[in-house]
């Protein structure tokens, strides 16, 4: 079944074909590293990080980039009000940001370079637009002319008019045209600067991704990523220099995730409303803010509250509570043959169908609850058929994979296992009153019982 993805360039869902076989090469923005993660960028890099998993599920070999930009004027502006070296703030953030991703189990890309480990590459690469006259050097720096090329606005599908207004123009007299944007900076005194060929500086910010992307995955790649406030003016001005400097197609495909709110406000580390990773894992699984984030399709806007993340771990608790109950019946993985479950096979298929369509969580997410559903109504009305839950169970957990989900089995006290095990033995000896005594006493704990042919489980209230 073919893979269909909404392409930002071409405004319309697109069939999935890579530049080469079975190989996907991917690029997707990261971190600028002067502060803490917020649950913004939580949602970008899962939401990749998902589309990846399902590509590989889907035989695909992917390779990920996704850059760190470790020179910018907000790390400079701030290592300046906390009075500290900017490579020491940028130390600081890099080794949180990486903390993150670990409580957070998002897997590493394959490469994760830092701008300043390619500088002599983004050089060279204004080197070559200004061979190709695409590239002019001023008082302040070195700027892209975005007149040359024919195609600037494909992306945004904005006009001359538009772009204007929705910018911020950087400030320089001597710039050709308003929308020409800096390839290099030069340096003030007292900031960080590198020699090139037109003076002391930095690169711009976008000269860093068209690089990086280059350096790493070749001239054109299968699928470019961000959030959508990415498109105009970061991505738009990476396809100008890109295509300007190669004369291919920067990349086929463009995802561009919807941004994630709080209360109907972009949330953002400039506006200050913010909650970062670790304040959500302090009392939060990352399964919870996973699932709160698979809610709603990945193109969408997410309005953020504590309310909607309590809802959230409610849908995690009817995972921990099957593998609970699965755990107590003591049901292992076994190989079973689908043919023999064709209701199951159809809701694994059913799943496949939604991911395709440009990778539906929201529907995809429904249709594991189908199959907790159908494994609880077995677990209900146990007849036996424990080759049917042992299927279901293995196809529940390959998909739930692909969401970087892992529902362990909660421990619970071994007081309450002991009870437990005390209760098990008095019905046995048809001590009837006893046993539904720790009955009551454990479901004041949380912990409700349920009988069946085949030995008590539980689950938690």
Known sequence: MSIFIYDSLTRKKEEFIPCQ?????????????????HIGHARSLYIFEVIRRYLEFSGYKVKLVRNITDIDDKIIQRAQALKID???????????????????????????????QHIPEMILNIEILFKKGYAYATESGVYFRV?????????????????????????DEKKEYPL???LWKFSKSGEPYWESPWGKGRPGWHIECSTLARQYLGDTLDIHGGGRDLIFPHHENEIAQSEAITDKPFSK?????????????????????FVSIKDVLKDYSAD?????????????????????????????MRFVNLAERLSCLGVLKQSIEPRD?????????????AMNDDFNTAKALAVLFKIVNTI???????????????YAKNILEELIRIFGLSFEIEEIDRDIMEKIKLRERLRKEKNFLAADEIRKSLKEAGIILEDTPQGTIYRRQ
């Open 253 to 273: 495909y463009w995802i561009h995730h919807g941004l994630l709110t709080i209360q109907g406000q972009k949330m953002a580390k400039s506006l200050g409303n």
């Open 147 to 171: 007149n040359k090329f024919m195609d600037y606005g494909k992306l945004s599908g904005q006009k001359t008019e538009q772009m204007l207004n929705g910018v911020r123009i950087e400030p």
């Open 86 to 116: 900017w490579q020491e703030l940028v130390q600081r953030y890099i080794e949180s940001y990486q903390k993150d991703l670990s409580l957070f189990n998002i897997r590493p890309a394959d490469f994760e370079p830092c701008a300043t």
């Open 180 to 182: 020409d944007f800096a």
């Open 288 to 316: 919870t803010l996973k699932l709160f984030f698979l809610f709603t399709h990945y193109a969408h806007p997410a309005d953020f509250s504590w309310e909607k993340l309590k809802e959230a771990d409610k849908a995690r």
């Open 376 to 390: 609880d109504a077995d677990l209900l009305y146990y007849k036996g058929n424990i080759k049917k839950i042992i």
């Open 341 to 353: 479950f064709p209701e199951i096979v159809a809701l694994k298929e059913e799943f496949i169908l």
């Open 21 to 37: 076989d079975k190989q996907i090469n991917m690029y997707t923005c990261g971190v600028t590293v002067y502060d803490e993660c």
